[in-house]
């Protein structure tokens, strides 16, 4: 695992996308995809030429896919492993540690195709379903996979079914069907229980399906949210004009940990395992998850209001602020 250091320098692109990847920091370009370690120099370099990347990462592989076309690339932290080709445009993309991974192709409105690839990167079980799916997930160990999709029932309402299925088999486990809500999201917990973002509230499973319990937004539905190992973040703009923002977490026992007004501008966030980073104007949240404890920190030195766009999640909890040329250290 890549240590870094203080500061990490990198080819300079105005279209960044800066992502922590095995205690370094991957940056998706335009037409390349880098990984750097604590001294800057890269482990990988690559170009993919893709018209509209995306990126996700597992705590061994990357994914780099084309929202455009219907190529994607696997990547070690010291190479690429292989360039791949499925019939249509890869919308969303899950990987596991073991390099298992699903794909959902961009298949149109009303029809959805998902396709799910070993740790061998053969492909084994594809899932056509005749619904638009929202969103799709594979557990860690990448021997489970959640499938959201959602459509316009007979009285006009939104239904929701989320497909709960082992990575090599066709059946699925469950077929959890959410009357009168669209789900935007889902993701699995480290112990393979799940949560389904949905319009009006979490809704929380277990490993094997079962349905926990829901809780409403007391805030409304956030205008930003990130899932990070157990803990659930929302943000929301609660005064634009005052420049206030809501802040509240949730942990995967269902409960909400904490609720605090933050005063600034929302960048950017990421998670530790015990605290947030909210990337302001001008300055840093920190803030304790569990008590919601809020302190400031200024920008690291050299990092211009201006220029910083990301936060990352580096080795040993640290976490840096990114810039189109480097990524420097926040300091506590």
Aim: aromatic share 12%; hydrophobic share 35%; with cysteine.
């Amino acid at each position: 695992m890549f240590s870094l250091g203080d500061k990490v320098y990198f080819d300079a692109d105005t279209t960044n996308l800066c992502k922590g990847y095995k205690g370094g920091i991957s940056v998706l370009s335009d037409n390349k995809i880098s990984l750097y370690d604590m001294t800057s120099s890269t482990t990988v370099s690559e170009y993919h030429g893709y018209r509209d990347a995306a990126i996700c990462t597992s705590d061994k592989y990357m994914l780099v896919y084309d929202r455009k076309s219907s190529a994607y690339s696997v990547y070690s932290a010291f190479s690429k492993l292989g360039d791949f080709k499925t019939e249509r445009s890869v919308r969303l993309a899950s990987l596991a540690d073991d390099g298992t991974h699903l794909l959902v192709l961009d298949s149109g409105e009303f029809f959805s195709s998902i396709l799910i690839y070993n740790s061998n990167f053969k492909i084994v079980n594809r899932i056509d379903k005749y619904k638009y799916v929202t969103a799709a997930d594979i557990t860690t160990d990448g021997k489970t996979v959640a499938v959201a999709s959602s459509y316009v029932g007979d009285r006009g309402a939104f239904v929701s079914e989320i497909l709960l299925l082992e990575t090599g088999k066709s059946t699925a486990k469950e077929t959890l069907t959410v009357d009168g809500s669209l789900i935007y999201d889902v993701r699995f917990f480290d112990d393979g229980s799940f949560v389904a973002v949905c319009d009006t509230s979490l809704r929380f499973y277990s490993k094997s399906g079962e349905y926990e319990e829901s809780v409403p937004y007391s805030y409304g539905f956030p205008d930003y949210y990130l899932i990070d190992g157990d803990n659930i973040i929302f943000i929301n703009k609660k005064d634009t004009a005052a420049g206030t923002l809501e802040f509240i977490s949730y942990s995967k026992s269902r409960e909400q940990n904490s609720h605090t007004e933050i005063k600034g501008a929302y960048k950017d966030m990421c998670a530790t395992t015990h605290e947030a980073y909210i990337l302001l104007d001008d300055k840093i949240a920190v803030i304790s998850v569990m008590s919601g404890k809020l302190s400031y920190t200024d920008l690291p030195e050299g990092v211009d209001k201006n220029d910083a766009v990301s936060l990352v999640r580096g080795a040993n909890e640290d976490v840096y602020v990114c810039t189109t040329s480097f990524a420097a250290k926040v300091k506590k």
